[in-house]
């Protein structure tokens, strides 16, 4: 469904590209499916990258997509989060904890028609953007700061035990 999401948004803005991080059994299946939808120019698969490099697609990109069917709350929403990429995730555990309506979007899973939609509204309006950007750069430097997830925990043992 990502890709029938990718091809409503460039049908309204062929200047955009999708950026496919990552490896998996799919791939085959995903490039029949890009061409079909006569996207295969606008979609870049560039397999699994080095984590240095993830981080600067993130950072470079306008948004970032995390279309998961069953996923919980992945490593790589954290980090589209602290890059200040503005997020639009599957609503499913977990992304749904993190993911609120000031940091990002959410869409139903394998709704390509409201994923398509979730996108176009924030990259058609600069100013909104901005703001997930920014809202999910301090999300990731408050909620996730590490020293103080730290000493919940060591707070939480100390009154367990």
């Known amino acids: 469904f990502l890709l ?19 490896e ?33 697609w993130m950072q470079r990109a306008q948004i970032f997509v995390l279309p998961s069917v069953e996923e919980g709350q992945g490593v790589v929403l ?4 602290a890059s200040g990429t ?10 749904a904890e993190v993911i609120t309506p000031a940091v990002g979007r959410l869409f139903p899973v394998g709704d390509s028609a409201a994923l398509a939609e979730r996108v176009l509204e924030v990259i058609e309006d600069e100013a909104l953007r901005q703001q997930l950007a920014a809202a999910a750069r301090r999300r990731a430097e408050t909620a996730y700061d590490w020293d103080r997830l730290a000493l919940e925990y060591i707070t939480l043992y100390g009154q367990v035990s």
Do not use: T
């Open 24 to 56: 998996g059994p799919e791939e085959p299946s995903l490039r029949d499916q890009a061409s079909r939808l006569g996207i295969e120019r606008s979609v870049r698969f560039l397999g699994f990258q080095p984590q240095h490099i993830v981080r600067e």
């Open 86 to 95: 503005p997020v639009v995730g599957s609503d499913v555990d977990g992304i």
């Open 4 to 22: 029938d999401a990718a091809a409503q948004v460039l049908a309204r803005h062929p200047e955009y590209s999708v950026v496919i991080l990552g």
């Open 78 to 81: 954290l980090e589209a989060l």
